[in-house]
């Protein structure tokens, strides 16, 4: 059964980068027809996708986050990580990773995200 | 980005009401919608993908319909262990977006 981890700094610093790691047990990052990605919340609102990186390296990104954005994976840890520059405070939120999977129907992928890691807080303050 | 939009934002319902959560969306996402369930200092959790199939492991209580622009979570018997937020989310097209969340509570 697979499970996720995420693990990183619970404080960053305004203007800082913060740097995240997904860590991937109970099967291989780079089997099956699988995206992993990043969600963020923060606290008492709701999720927002950061993005999302194939194990061939191809990544998503939105829009919004894109300039500060970096989704790479590490298939030799079984790791994805996320790094998130120049935070702010609107940067505060539990940090999700979740794996992406295509269900193919009808001859198209469906994507949903089928199983989350726990979270982790990041909080942004000097 | 496609904007998801879902009503109402909460509801009171006591165990065995029939509830009903609706989703729509910006624009036609065909079939390409998941709804998703998260308890309090939870993960969120899948309960329904492409519209209406039912995650595996998930009760057959949770039904999903809907297909364009507008769908429908449906719990047929609400149990306690249901009272949570629930989310719609497309997969249609990146950035996937997600519904602001409707939360269901006790009557």
């Known amino acids: 059964q697979v499970q996720l981890q995420e693990s990183g700094p619970g404080l960053v610093k305004p203007s800082q980068t913060l740097s995240l790691t997904c860590t991937v047990s109970g099967g291989s990052i780079s089997s099956g027809t699988y995206y992993w990605s990043w969600i963020r919340q923060p606290a008492g609102k709701g999720l927002e996708w950061i993005g999302r990186i194939y194990t061939s390296g191809s990544t998503n990104y939105n829009p919004s986050l894109k300039s500060r954005v970096t989704i790479s994976v590490d298939t030799s840890k079984n790791q994805v990580s996320l790094k998130l520059s120049s935070v702010t405070a609107a940067d505060t939120a539990v940090y999700y990773c979740?794996?992406?999977?295509?269900?193919?129907?009808?001859?198209?992928?469906?994507?949903?995200?089928?199983?989350w890691g726990q979270g982790t807080t990041v909080t942004v303050s000097s | 980005d496609i904007q998801m939009t879902q009503s109402p934002s909460s509801l009171s319902a006591s165990v065995g009401d029939r509830v009903t959560i609706t989703c729509r969306a910006s624009q036609s996402i065909s079939s390409y919608l998941n709804w998703y369930q998260q308890k309090p200092g939870k993960a969120p959790k899948l309960l329904i993908y492409?519209?209406?199939s039912l995650q595996s492991g998930v009760p057959s209580r949770f039904s999903g319909s809907g297909s364009g622009t507008d769908f429908t979570l449906t719990i047929s018997s609400l149990q306690p262990e249901d009272f949570a937020t629930y989310y719609c989310q497309q997969s249609y097209i990146t950035p996937w977006t997600f519904g602001q969340g409707t939360k269901v509570d006790v009557k």
């Open positions: 492409a519209a209406s």
């Open positions: 979740a794996r992406d999977i295509g269900y193919q129907l009808s001859s198209y992928y469906h994507y949903c995200m089928d199983v």
